[in-house]
T-cell receptor, first 108, second 112 residues
């Protein structure tokens, strides 16, 4: 079975940093993805980790520890447009299993 | 860029109706997937297909079937719609490598 946990909601101030944690217990592992989803829209790809360590892409970074079944997404220099849901997903045999998503609200 | 097109953005159907949700992709990808998304539950895999005429059950296939007669088209079928199938339905194609999936814009289905 698949069990992927992430917080339901987070609130932060414009310009700040927010870290969204994701823990997983899955029957297999081919990689971990983070997606962003604005209300009423399709999820869009943010990052991918398959090896342990930090992947940095502009204001967004993602970290993976396979031995701990743990990942986080770091959003820096928050902007109002970053208000969205962030989905953690584990790839197993090329199928994605998703957490329930974390809604991030950025306040002015 | 890969384009995944879902034929309807919003649908309202009556209980017991047969419902077809269509998904078309333009990049000749072999892998296609149907998910439903509900508040607090996230995206759950209904069915997937690795190739034409091939289909596999996902985590919640009950009440659904699929059809893949051509590589570019993957259809989700609700044989007899029920109110608990009211949801957002998302189609995706596997882009490959580190880019994961590309999703369609979704179909919000309401069964009354």
């Amino acid at each position: 079975g698949q069990n992927i946990d992430q917080p339901t909601e987070m609130t932060a101030t414009e310009g700040a940093i927010v870290q969204i944690n994701c823990t997983y217990q899955t029957s297999g592992f081919n990689g971990l993805f983070w997606y962003q989803q604005h209300a009423g829209e399709a999820p869009t790809f943010l990052s991918y980790n398959v090896l342990d360590g930090l992947e940095e892409k502009g204001r967004f970074s993602s970290f993976l520890s396979r031995s701990k079944g743990y990942s986080y997404l770091l959003l820096k220099e928050l902007q109002m447009k970053d208000s969205a849901s962030y989905l953690c997903a584990v790839s197993n045999d090329y199928k994605l299993s998703f957490g329930a998503g974390t809604t991030v609200t950025v306040r002015a | 860029d890969v384009k995944v097109t879902q034929s309807s953005r919003y649908l309202v159907k009556r209980t017991g109706e047969k419902v077809f949700l269509e998904c078309v992709q333009d990049m000749d990808h072999e892998n296609m997937f149907w998910y439903r998304q509900d508040p607090g539950l996230g995206l759950r895999l209904i069915y997937f297909s690795y190739d034409v005429k091939m289909k596999e059950k996902g985590d919640i296939p009950e009440g659904y079937s699929v059809s893949r007669e051509k590589k570019e088209r993957f259809s989700l079928i609700l044989e007899s719609a029920s109110t608990n199938q009211t949801s957002m339905y998302l189609c995706a194609t596997r882009t490959g490598g580190q880019n994961g999936y590309t999703f369609g814009s979704g179909t919000r289905l309401t069964v009354v």
